[in-house]
């Protein structure tokens, strides 16, 4: 069984991906006392070299990279596996934990010399444990492994979101963490169905055997909705604003950036390797439905709030609603496989610049909050003058959320359209274009009310950071730059799918 | 890469590196006297490059610039306006706050409005369309007024509006070629025989004649022109406009001979041409009823490419272009005479109101002027029938409101007695005046075909000059009558659709209210539950 | 016969579960829920999961338990009963749970012939780490990523749990457990258990290699043995600045990552051990992670910080 | 051998089962809760006694015997302070008998 | 019936009675304690897939067993960070009760 | 004999269900606190009568555990003691 082959080197690195964030959190944990992030950014800065390099040796070697557990092969062991959709993933997130852990200096810094203080531990102990487990999730192919990276990723949030001690902050949390349990152990029901019916837990196995049957069904049902509660579509959104807004801004850039994805991703997973083939259209359309029931009333929640972190927080819910319009687009495409459709393309390139583009504006929100000493949307009137470069950076990442050019966010909507229309689903086509205007809308109200006069009698803005200002506007920059990708199909997301090497 | 191709691409490349350049605080300050030059490499490439292209990057992006003749028209007309606008604002907005902000969204407006004019791929015009639609709003919303706010709002949502039709137009044009980013000739040759005709033609007429100003979606141009600066109107008016003829231009299969869509556009055009009119003579305020008369000769543009796309004629988008650069420049020349009257005292007045009056006219086709020839060569398009008497009309209605404006500017209050007009506006707007006389005479015969004699004649005098008549006529009646007139607020029916405010405030809260229920626990839990259970039934 | 002692198992569970959830006092709940725990190990025992029935006793009828009846402890006196909501919104939630509940029974009742398993694997593999234990191969060999996950999950919580002091507690000690009244009872049991405790827990663990038992049922009964040091007030719940406990906390998922590091030069792979070695380092893990375990579920119950750190 | 065993440990079971019946209807049957707590220690205690006690011939080796014999030792130990605590617990917080 | 179609069936009615209490119990340790009983029964669910899956010599199949002791000490985990959460919460004087949804803007920093 | 032991098992079981009801209803909270009790001692038994019946001698460490822990939850349900005497002031000695 002991396999005869030696460990590609590129497989190692995913071995790297997963523990270099567990032994920095671990010596935080024991070593890091004083300066937490003396550690936490050395490691997120190499959890990031490690996640740029498989991302590069995938595309360079055009096939997937696989590590198998302690040579174990499935479906007794375990496998970890980076295609091209995984590797591009887990290098969005390193870039983006990296970016937002520059920024945290800012917050989150200790005295030097000083004795430990609990938000400093606190939040750089629970950053790594993001890191790991978002990388665990983009590279595990055992559905279990992924029960437990679920886990990993609810406990690394949760006590984030409530960081600050607040009351509101802490019911929040506690929200967030009762809801994704309810989640987890839904998908935990599902789990067990699964290798109750097919004997392994192995998508790729699992991709060969499954058979459209009671029990399948039952176990993807209870997954996909178990997911969906934790990616917080619309209706089980009920602990995403509240939790996302309490959180401090860079907990909020990585939790709506990137936590929220993690459950999507699982769910494409399923859908697409788990799920026996063709999976009917009738589900395809009701995930779209929900998508688009997402779009169009957190939208229009968005546009109503009076408080700029909960309007970034219901454009959040609203933005992953987007994701789940891939699932009738990809399956009435013109396409023979899915991932070579135009609407699987769209659906990833719209996840990434999202992530992007959303951490941005927490990261900005946060900012302007600092600077303002509020983030009350009406009275922001001088912002422009007091954070420029935050309110660009923040206009910028709207313009990726609205779907205008030259954004990231236009070329995955122009993606999504097309397929759309190839598809003959003009309802989706129009929730789209409807959410464009809609984002548009609440990402001008921001923007309009910067750049009017401040208010009489308001205290003069404080000064913050320029370091700081330049890690957003660096998000935000990367969000447009995702615009100039070329706009077919890119071959590098199909890398690895369908099944083995 | 030819000189030719690298001309046309400095002609964006100048105006977006001198934005570009405003990031620095200090360039930013001082760009409010420079943005003149800003379109003088695209005059020039109107002017030298005609028949050039370059592509700007290589598949499967292929960024392409060209101009052809029916662009190189416009973008002349719109780089002259432009230059003499930017120099004519450098005087007129001196000493102004904001004056840095309102040079970056200048710059950002002309480079979008110039792009229009030379793209070749789908992208590309997309790109230089938005832009040019979204940055305006920086010009409309420039002063702090509410009156100004609220026209940048309405402005805002109706040019994102617009933005949606034209892509999912476009997404269905792409559709028909298998390239990422075709050329926009190329998917315009395919879409004839697609079966996503219908809705494509839709959305393109709904998209571009949103910034066109077609009834009934021509309600923020009202608003918005009035209340920006004098400079930015007349860009506004006289340019931004543009960007929709062109892009109707563009994207309708105006050779492919489709009489139904054809009559329909022509209809349509029409009906604006008189609407606009209708409505523009119960005005009180001078630019707005400018904006009106933009409003109704948009109208009569899209009449004419309806009547082209009908007959499926050669040369109507040449023809329109015509139309179009004709009414650029007096438009141009109106909206900046006005901000001269305004700031000079009634003795200084005489000449300009005079030479505002053949201005005027020259919308109503008066003999002689571009006006007169633009319609002249457009008539054909209309044949003999019910369209080419309601087009002769409308220039009946064009007199009408054009007597109106005269009046009102004749009667414009002086801020200051002795306020004699600076050099500084008044050398851009007499040359954008004397270009709106001198212009249309050079190109009539490349464009039209036929010789300029022929406007000679007594029968095409007649034509032209029997409306003007009519149009007197009918402006003495409405003097007489005029304070009984019911006041049409500005923006008509937009005031309509304020009524329905509060219905969407309403479904504004009763989506909260529902959402507050949603987000109760047991409500979200059982939720869970159902959305699991009809999964498992789904799948 | 046996079937008999199912069946009355499955109705006393089943009453157990109904009166958790209908019953009105929270902390009737929390003690129908550790009857429940008990009488799911039980349960266990019956399927022939001797390892899961040995976790769950020690979890559901310890360590899960322990922490609930604090709770109720603390909650009891200040904040009343929520009442369930009316009876429209009892009987859709009891429909929606019983059509959830239905639709999982007819899984149950059509099982796929022949029954996938991977019993034959496990087996057929054992050797190769030179266990007797198939759970323990599985959790410390073919699954060994879970497990080490697991225990990063462990950390998180102590991490998660420690992130709720209040700033001014930071580094200090969890509230007291001690009994509210002094007890000879107490005191003798709380004296004379723990050496039991402790034999027992270190039995399972080294017995877990080869027979049913491992290092989180041996690592709770050791918890288990110090929290009930704690109650009696034979030892005081430490400072969580303690390097000293940090240290302990870390130790076992230390080890076993650095014993997945070792495997990459060893025989290859991570986490995979060269068969002459493999149960002695596998024990060794074991070890150093029931230890860890043990710390680290001690901590969990005792909870955040709630008095400043000495100094 | 095998047979004499055998019915020492029915015997032996039996009497186990009888006093862990007894024990129940005490706590089905007695008044108040110190007296239910008295039937419930010592019938179950000396009903699991009774039960190890005719387990033993049937243990396969003499560590599984032994085993039984702590596990008794314990329960003894561990009821016998349980249900001081328990006592302590009602006399706190009962009205008196 | 066999044994382990007796639990399935058992872990269903868990599952189903655990929800039930999740879905309206008021407070949050109800909730967690509702949680945990939905737990139990995926746990049994996995129990009886390794009691079938019996065979090379094993009562039951060790894989599914091995993944119910990681779950369980994960739920453990999860139980003992909302209680902590819970009480902390309780600390700063906000209610647990769960009678009313959080009011969208009641955020103030 | 197995099905000997498996029957006495099962009463044990009964008899230990009927316990555990009456602890349930109550009246008292001692009861309550008894429930866990009885599950030791019974629960052991059950055990240990399996353990035989069925020869798996593992089962006998989870009667020592069940065992171990009954004392424990015993004493961890005096800490969850209701009532207001405790909490009113007098409680820490």
Redesign the interface.
Known sequence: MMPAQVAAPDGVLLILALMLPSIGLLAIFVLGHSRPERIALPVLAANLAVALIVALQVGHSGQAATYRLGGWLPPLGITLRADGLSAALIAMAALILFVVAIYARGNFASKAGGSESRQPMVFWTLLLGLSTALNTVFLAQDLFSLFVALELLTFSAVPLVCLEGSRETLRAALRYLLFALAGSVLYLIGVALLYGAYGTLDIASLHQVTRADRATSIALGLMIAGLMAKAALFPLHLWLPPAHAGAPAPASAVLSALVVKAPFFLILRLWFDVAPQPQPVIAGTMLAALGAASILVCSVLALRQARLKLMVAYSTVAQVGYLFLVFPLVMGSEAAVPWASIGWTGGVLQLVSHAFAKASMFLAAGLIAEAMGHDRIDDLGGAAEAVPISIAAFALAGLSLMGLPPAGGFVAKVMLLTAAVVSANWWIAATILAGGLLAAGYVFRVIGRAFADPAGGAPPPKAVARSRELAVLSLAGVALLLGFLPLQPFAYLGIGQGGMP | MTASGLLIASGLAVPLGMSLACFWPGVRERALGWIWAAPIPALLAALFARGGGIVMSPEPLRLTLALDDVGAMLLGGAALLWSAAGFYAATYLRGQPGTGRFAVWWLLTLAGSLGTFMVADMTSFYLAFSVASLSAYGLVSFETTARAKRAGDVYMALALLGEAFILLAFVILALGVPIGNPLIREAVAALPSSPLLAPALILLVLGFGLKMGLAPLHVWMPLAHPVAPMPASAALSGIIVKAGVIGLMRFLPLDAGLPGWGGGLVALGLFTAFYAVAVGITQQQVKTVLAYSTVSQMGVVAAVLGAGMAAGAPGTALLAAFYALHHLLVKGALFLGVGIVAGSAPRHRILIVLAMGVLALSLAGLPLTSGALAKYAAKPLFGDGLAAALATLSAVGSTLLMLHFLRLLREMPAADPDAAPEAGILLPWAIVALASLVMPWILFQPVAGYALADLFEAKALWTAIWPLLLGGVLAIALFRIGRALPQVPEGDVIVLAGTLWPLVQATGRQIETADRWLRQWPVASAMLIVIAISFALAL | MSLLVDLVLVALILMAAVWTVLVRDRRDAVIAFIVLGLLLSLVWMRLYAVDVALTEAAVGGGATGLVLLRACARLLPVEAEGRLPGPGTQIAAGLLSAIAAAGLAAVVLSPPVPYPSLAALAAENIHQVGLGNPVTAVLLAYRSLDTLLEKVVLVLAVIGVWALTPDAFWGGAPGSLKSKHASGALDLLARVLPPFGIVVGIYLVWNGADHPGGTFQGGTVLAAMWLLMMMADLADPPEIRLKRLRRLVVFGPAVFIAAGFAGIFMSGWFLSYPPDYAKPIIVAVEAALALSIAVILGLLVAGPAAEPPKR | MSVVLDAFTVITVTAGLVFFLAGTVGLLRFPDALTRLHALTKADNLGLGLIVLGLLPQCPDITSALKLIAIWVLVQFAGASASQLIAQFVRRNEPGP | MSAPTLYGLCAAALVGIGLFGLILHPTPLRKVISFNLVGCGAFLFFGIAARRGAGAGFAGDPIPQALVITGIVVAFAATALAVALILRMLEAGASTVDAKPLPPDDLSP | ?P??????????????????????WGP???????????????????????A????????????????????????????????????AGE???
Request: proline letters at 2%; a negative charge; hydrophobic letters at 60%.
């Open positions: 004999m099905e000997f032991l498996y029957a006495a098992a099962a009463l044990v079981l009964l008899l230990t269900g009927l316990g555990l009801m009456r602890m349930l008292s909270p001692a009861d309550r606190l008894m429930a866990a009790q009885l599950l030791g001692t019974g629960g052991g038994a059950i055990a240990l009568l399996i035989i019946a069925s020869g798996t001698m593992a089962i006998i460490d989870i009667a020592l555990t069940l065992a171990l822990l009954a004392a424990f939850a015993a004493v961890a349900l005096t800490l969850g003691e209701p009532g207001t005497k405790t909490r409680g820490e000695q």
